[in-house]
């Protein structure tokens, strides 16, 4: 008994660089992590961000 082959060929998007939907994407989610963690830590030590960086 053989295999069948497949009769179409996977449609493979090019790698993209630059501005592209998903690039967006991931950067907001980065961003919303980020920001969030900060937010946490800032109200654990009850320090903003200046006073850690030492310009306060």
Do not use: C, H
């Not at 994407?25 to 200046?50: P, Q, S």
Request: charged share 20%; aromatic share 10%; hydrophobic share 40%.
């Amino acid at each position: 008994m053989t295999t069948p082959q497949p009769t179409t060929l996977p449609k493979l998007e090019e790698p993209k660089f630059g501005f592209n939907d998903y690039a967006e994407r991931l950067n907001g989610r980065a961003a919303m992590i980020g920001f969030t963690i900060m937010l946490v830590i800032e109200y654990i030590t009850g320090k903003g961000v200046l006073s850690w960086l030492g310009l306060q």
